[in-house]
């Protein structure tokens, strides 16, 4: 795997999936504690000298930093942070909708499949 | 419940461990005896739930009498330059290469781990696409899944956990090498069947050991198990202690007398050094098998004998046959086509540090030692609450820092364990005894002495120096080729003339010990390894090749070896 992948999935994608797996297949309601995780996998990443930051902030980074690629999945994978930072902040509102945030958090994992197979292709 | 220490440059492994695995307990950092769950530190960003690099692990495995039982260890680790491994990077300058560094940084910890901690199972989370070289070792474990969820981690844990927890079952420890493998293999079908079983190895490999304590408790046999070491019975008893004799039959048999045929009657037999039994008691043997009954020296009355039997011998039984000194029907007789062999020490090397840390233990506690370690005890001020049970070896870094008080922690280098297994054992689990019962008394003694000098507290470690390791592994001990065991000898028509190493330092013990192995080689080719005749000039006419057969086992000599060195 290219270096560039192996951080991205390090420092991001692992980070904010796991959660969400984890919450999706659960076999009870999730409790506080399993949403504030969900919200820490993605509000709470850190970089290599340990600050905090959400997972926009580290993709804005990380971007900069990718190999040549097209822009197109580079914006898919950036559009899909932003869906599941929405629909995880929205868990504030109405806790209600922890399913249908932790699709969305579900779907960045499908988005770095799509730039791992694209960076492969190129 | 198994404890855990999760070495990850980030919280999100432990934390999920914590909130979806309640079945491990882990080890943290802060020293705090209430798990995370509860701690009210938990949500105010505490950075001590897990180790982030090596420094921290080290320092939280110091702190522990006794090792978690598992490692979880990320491969990728997002730190600081200065937070990694190894200290000196100028094999690693340039920023592709930290990124390199940083993303195999958890081969870098499992490789001071095993340095450091060589009895610590490591689980190292990876990916099936991972590229780089696995690193070799019986206590590294894989997971080749990549964890996103719990799950994924908790089925990896346990699997590792429970190949761990495989190598010891019951009484013996199994390890994880291929020849112990097969031979509990084999173990689990034959001590379900009634056929006669045969064990062959080397002296001091456990057989007897083997036939006593799993053998026969598994073969569900509801009569005794009754043990007889060929070897150690004058050749002239023989006959009744197998068969049994009538009074009167011969001088001294002065009351009837079963034999352990009949005593083992619907239990097990087990004939330890079976090739040492002479032809003429190898065709009564037979019989004895072939009919189930027995007659008493003496006696006329058949009685029954069917136990079921395991023989056991260090010699090779075919080589016996072809040289016509074992039967070939008794030899077929013993089932030799699923004969068990045992391996011997220097073929388990990948189990040596438990092997040394059990026999440690096991000396510890053994009855011999006991007045040792009550002068110990005795001697310096140890709490009410001494736990024997809770003693500990700790091989690789000592932890005297916050070793327990209430507890024995024995500690021995890396490089001792270096030497121990560069070691070739010819005596085998009998010579490891024997070195962990030494290596004990002298570290105690030791210990003894330098507090008649002044010192009133207990030493947190009772170490085994390097020096005193190499002490008691002796000539022995040095690496040297296999076969590589003819001395600097000479038999002349005058008179037999040995020369001998002395090294500084060995114990008397050690250097007569290897005077009589070198005078014993020297003979043995001096004579053609005739036995008979090594036994008359040995002990005098009359005397029994089982005799020099004996001294040469107890003395790690291998006839098949000293054989095939002639040859």
Redesign the interface.
Known sequence: ?H?WL??L???L???A???A??LR?ASREPQP??LA?LQR?LFDL?????HALPASALWERLRAEAPPLPAAPLDAFGAAIQQAERAVAGLAGDPRTWLAAAEAVLRI?QAFADLARTLEEE | MPRLLVIDDRDQTVEMVHRHLPQFETLTRCGRTIPCQVCEERDRGCTLKCAHDYREAAEALSRQAQLPDLVVLDLHFALPEERLLPEDKSQHQGRRALEELRRKQGLHILERLRRDYPTLPVVLLTTTDADFEKPQGPLVYFCENEVVDSRTLAAEITRALDLQHASQEGPVFWGRGAGMASLRRQIGVLSRSPLPVLIEGETGTGKSYLAENVLHPRSGAKGPLVVTDLSTIPSTLLPAHLFGARRGSYTGAVEDQPGVFEQAHGGTLFLDEIGNLDLDLQRQLLLVLERGAVTRLGDVRQRPAAPRLIAATNLDLQQLVREGRFRHDLYMRLNPATRLRVPPLRERREDLPDLVRFALLDALRSEPLRPLVRAYLARFPTPDDFREDASAVVIGKPQASRARRDAFTVFLSTAALQRLAAHDWPGNHRELKLFASNALVFALAQHLDAAAGGRDRAPAVLSVPDQLVDQLLGSEGAPRSRGDRRPASAVTELGRRIEVTVKAGHSFADISADVERQYLIALFQALDGDLDRMARELFGPGASRRKVHLRMNQLGLRLRELRGAQA
Do not use: L, T
């Not at chain 1, 850190?46 to 340990?50: I, L, Q, T, V």
């Open positions: 795997m270096p192996s951080r999935r390090h420092d994608v692992k980070r999936v796991w959660p797996r984890d297949g504690g399993d995780q996998g850190r970089d290599d000298a340990g994992e």
